[in-house]
């Protein structure tokens, strides 16, 4: 089973450059969610989505931008990164609504800015 | 705002021996889920334990359980008989209902490790 796969897992950007981070979800679920993760921070909301077409923004949604044109997917776009947002990403899925229903990670990827 | 507070950075324990990571979290709901989340060094985020507020039972999952202190807004995490494999970062986690979504709110982490 994949679960919630992140691609890429590394990537090194230089300032100013863009990019986008995919996060693909093999298992019919309606909500997803990008964080961040850094030292002595804990793990940040950045945006989510509570279905196909649907975003929202978290704690830390300034200089990034997010897509869910389709259910299983949910991107990630860097428009011209900055070295402030060197960081572990996370991608994050759960099946709806129902309180009881945890989250489900993917392995995080690496970015960082020069 | 919710907030999340774990006070331990670190934390160590000799295998086999039992351990309690703290949480304490701030909010104005009443109903609302905790989790904790453990973290080892391959990154990857995985699902230790949850408990709903509305629940006064304590959850439990193996060696793991919690304490919860709802009036105190207290998730403590215990974990007994320690095994190597528990060696990792401890997320505690806060889930709240929207209107459009559930939002969630984790603490720093607790970097636990297991001496053999």
């Known amino acids: 089973n994949a679960g919630v796969t992140q691609t890429p897992k590394f990537r090194v950007l230089k300032t100013g450059q863009s990019m986008t981070l995919l996060c693909a979800q093999d298992?019919?679920?309606?909500?997803m969610y990008w964080y961040r993760q850094d030292p002595g921070m804990g793990l940040r909301l950045i945006h989510y989505?509570?279905?196909?077409?649907?975003?929202a923004k978290g704690e830390v949604p300034d200089g990034y931008n997010v897509s869910r044109l389709k259910k299983q997917n949910f991107l990630l776009g860097l428009e011209s990164a900055a070295p402030s947002q060197t960081s572990v990403y996370f991608c994050?899925?759960?099946?709806?609504?129902?309180?009881?229903?945890?989250?489900?990670f993917g392995d995080g990827t690496r970015l960082s800015i020069l | 705002a919710q907030t999340v507070t774990q006070s331990q950075p670190e934390m160590s324990v000799q295998e086999a021996e039992t351990v309690t990571l703290s949480c304490t979290y701030d909010?104005?709901?009443?109903?609302?889920?905790l989790f904790w989340y453990k973290q080892p060094p391959s990154r990857q985020m995985i699902l230790v334990i949850r408990?709903?507020?509305?629940?006064?039972q304590n959850a439990t999952e193996n060696r793991f359980s919690v304490n919860f202190q709802k009036a105190a807004k207290s998730f403590s995490l215990k974990i007994s008989d320690s095994q190597l494999g528990d060696t990792a970062m401890y997320f505690c986690?806060?889930?709240?209902?929207?209107?459009?979504?559930?939002?969630?709110?984790f603490g720093t982490g607790t970097s636990l490790t297991v001496i053999p």
């Open positions: 909010t104005s709901e009443s109903n609302y889920y």
């Open positions: 298992m019919n679920h309606e909500y």
């Open positions: 989505s509570v279905g196909e077409g649907t975003t």
């Open positions: 986690a806060f889930m709240k209902h929207l209107v459009d979504g559930n939002q969630f709110y």
């Open positions: 408990q709903e507020a509305y629940k006064q």
């Open positions: 994050a899925s759960r099946p709806g609504q129902g309180f009881s229903q945890p989250q489900h």
